[in-house]
T-cell receptor, first 114, second 111 residues
Framework: NAGVMQNPRHLVRRRGQEARLRCSPM?????VYWYRQLPEEGLKFMVY????????ESGMPKERFSAEFPKEGPSILRIQQVVRGDSAAYFC????????????FGPGTRLTVT | LAKTTQPISMDSYEGQEVNITCSHN???????ITWYQQFPSQGPRFIIQ???TKVTNEVASLFIPADRKSSTLSLPRVSLSDTAVYYC????????????FGKGTKLSVIP
């Protein structure tokens, strides 16, 4: 049973470009979460999605960031007009419907903005 | 959310038992205590969760005193592969999806 998959693992963008991060949850999981980890910091919650629904985006910056989890395909975290401060590791996690606190994390995407 | 305090780092020799203590003085009645492990360049991995007394699984044990103001993660006979950052999380159990990670404890296992 494949775990949570994220791609790309590493992404380099110039300031002002767009970054698109993808996450495929574990088989059978319908809940997806995105977290951001700055260097030497713990993970910070960004957004919680179910298929075609954003449940909680309270941790997401108000501008330039958006997330979706379409009916078909992976969840996508999109960052428009990236700035240097967006450089971080972005982790996706998924959980089954019955245990939202037991989250399984992917390997992360390391975004570097130059 | 209850604030947690844990040591920034710990060193241990291979084969020793390691105990990492987490303080959570303002833990709420419905809060659970959960520990995650994170290796470099990987996402966190769920280790163990408990509410009170002692919980044991194939990886670790979790000791929680009666007042629940602290908890101790116990790793038996650590090996080099246990070198990682260990996070203590406190929050509502079932139904709480917004995991709150602090800076964790960086455990270094020495040969």
């Amino acid at each position: 049973n494949a775990g949570v998959m994220q791609n790309p693992r590493h992404l380099v963008r110039r300031r002002g470009q767009e970054a698109r991060l993808r996450c495929s949850p574990m088989k059978g999981h319908s809940h997806v979460y995105w977290y951001r980890q700055l260097p030497e910091e713990g993970l910070k919650f960004m957004v919680y999605l179910q298929k075609e629904n954003i449940i909680d985006e309270s941790g997401m910056p108000k501008e330039r960031f958006s997330a979706e989890f379409p009916k078909e395909g992976p969840s996508i975290l999109r960052i428009q007009q990236v700035v240097r401060g967006d450089s971080a590791a972005y982790f996706c996690a998924s959980s089954p419907e019955t245990s939202v606190y037991e989250q399984y994390f992917g390997p992360g995407t390391r975004l570097t903005v130059t | 959310l209850a604030k947690t305090t844990q040591p920034i780092s710990m060193d241990s020799y291979e084969g020793q038992e390691v105990n990492i203590t987490c303080s959570h003085n303002n833990i709420a009645t419905n809060d659970y205590i959960t520990w995650y492990q994170q290796f470099p360049s990987q996402g966190p991995r769920f280790i163990i969760q408990g509410y009170k007394t002692k919980v044991t699984n194939e990886v670790a044990s979790l000791f929680i005193p009666a007042d629940r103001k602290s908890s101790t993660l116990s790793l038996p006979r650590v090996s080099l592969s246990d070198t990682a950052v260990y996070y203590c999380l406190v929050g509502p159990g079932a139904g709480s999806y917004q995991l709150t990670f602090g800076k964790g404890t960086k455990l270094s296992v020495i040969p």
